[in-house]
């Protein structure tokens, strides 16, 4: 649904996007992850057409975003970094005018301004002038607006910033229930809000991609977790005698099963099995460690940041 082509893109001599290729299936929620700075806001205004890129190509829906602007335009719903909201105006004036401008036909305006404030919880505020709401109630117009015309496809640009808890877990049902309806891509600097929402994930750091993978890929594995019928202390020191084990923790002991987890910097579990067996300790059970998103985020933007 949506292709990126080595988009590249430069502010003056500063290059923010360099050489930027994903790609998002029809139907998948594709979380863009980044620190600030990393060109996530500049992305998302070259895939909604409001900035050129200096090189590279951007489909959506098969058209060229550059050489058939107004019909990606219409396939797309964008919440902007700033959401910027006519606060002069009630929310459902907005929002008609919102629906006028997306050519929603006359007949069918009505309906979908209404659906859409049922759909976005905003029924007590309907008659009520933008400028007078909170940043919870200006954030949920601008996913209103954005949904308004029904479009496919959905560009977020950080659609919980600014919320208190309450709204940021409102704003996420909201996206939750539009999986597998509209392709999406939601940028955020929250991890967690990328574990919660999304099928897939793009990591970008200073204008490159430095990860592009299912959520479950995305995380490395770093050590092991194993059960042992043994003496702690033996089994303490054999472990740690092992080449390429970093640490040992003692988990747990029960019923002489102790349970351990291992930090290893290489595939040492051929060796870990090995060693336990000609001890002749029982080895009831050996599971990976995986990392959490943080921390493979981290150890991604920080190798990126080393080379
Ligand atoms: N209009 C602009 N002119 C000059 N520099 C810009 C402009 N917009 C963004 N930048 C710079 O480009 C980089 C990427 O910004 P941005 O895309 O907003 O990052 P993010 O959304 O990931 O925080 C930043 O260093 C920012 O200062
Ligand atoms: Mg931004």
Redesign the pocket.
Known sequence: MIEVSHIS?R??H?L??ENVSFYVEKGEILGFL????????????ILTGF?PPNSGTVRIGGYDIQKEPLKVKRLLGYLP?HNPLYTEMTVRDYLFFVAETKGVERSKRKTQVNETIERCGLREVASRLIGHLSKGYRQRIGMAQALIGDPEVLIL??PTIGLDPKQILEIRQLIKELAGKKTIIL?T?ILPEVSMTCTRALI?NK?RVVAEDALDNLTYTRGVSISVRANPQTLLSTLNSIDGVKSVAIEDEKEGIVRASIETGQEVRAKIAYNIIQNGWELFEMTPLRASLEESFVRLVTEEEGQ
């Open positions: 893109k502010f003056g500063r923010v996007l980044g620190p600030n700075g990393a060109g996530k806001t500049t992305t998302m205004r900035l970094e640009d950080e940028s600097h970008i204008g």
